[in-house]
């Protein structure tokens, strides 16, 4: 399995308040993504990286922003939750040449009050 | 742009019967193709991917998928349904040039004893 862990694994807060989620990763692998999955929406891309410090949208990212000062390390903030967030995030990582796959992390389940 | 189409968001097997998940894309450009499956509270598993060359592409768990250009298809097939198949699949489209991927909404498939 690819060294990819989320943390927090649960988390349960209240609107308004600011939340970050970790991805580390192992693998050394340059991109970084971070989806979240809803029913019926499948998986939909937040943020993704291309690197240390390089950073794009994806399509759902408003409410969201993202940092990564080291390759290992992908952060997900949402600056001021709302009931809207309540989802499960997913972190993804890929490695150039590898005909765009990725390996996922075992999601962090987010709840918002 | 690309875009993933995946009919059926629950489907529903007999064990011992032909598993069929149906998947359609839209890509201007040769797609790469991926199966994905997600078993519950799990990320997402690699199951198979298209990217060049032979059109059938065998994957784990006795799954394989069959890349049908003229009709712009990715359909998985698995020729008898196990109890341990019961899971969300998911169907992602990617390019060459483009890390990014784009999923459909997913299938749950269940198996009926």
């Known amino acids: 399995d690819a060294g990819i862990t989320q943390s927090p694994r649960h988390k349960v807060t209240e609107t308004g308040t600011p939340v970050t989620l970790r991805c580390h990763q192992t693998?050394?692998?340059?991109?970084m993504y971070w989806y979240r999955q809803d029913p019926g929406h499948g998986l939909r891309l937040i943020h993704y990286?291309?690197?240390?410090?390089?950073?794009d949208k994806g399509e759902v990212s408003d409410g969201y922003s993202v940092s990564r000062s080291k390759t290992e390390d992908f952060l997900l903030t949402l600056e001021s939750a709302t009931s809207s967030q309540t989802s499960v995030y997913f972190c993804a990582i890929s490695e150039a040449g590898r005909h765009n796959e990725q390996f996922f992390g075992p999601g962090t389940r987010l709840t918002v009050l | 742009a690309q875009s993933v189409t995946q009919l059926g968001s629950h489907v529903s097997v007999s064990e011992g019967a032909l598993v069929l998940l149906r998947c359609n894309y839209s890509s201007s450009v040769p797609p790469y193709l991926f199966w994905y499956v997600q078993y519950p509270n799990q990320g997402l598993q690699l199951l198979l991917k298209y990217t060049t060359g032979a059109t059938l592409v065998k994957g784990i768990n006795g799954f394989e998928a069959e890349f049908k250009k003229s009709e712009t298809s990715f359909h998985l097939t698995k020729p008898s349904a196990h109890m341990s198949d019961a899971a969300e699949y998911f169907c992602?489209?990617?390019?060459?040039?483009?890390?990014?991927?784009?999923f459909g909404t997913g299938t749950r498939l269940t198996i009926i004893p």
């Open positions: 992602a489209v990617g390019r060459f040039g483009n890390e990014k991927l784009t």
């Open positions: 990286s291309y690197g240390v410090k390089d950073t």
């Open positions: 693998e050394n692998h340059r991109y």
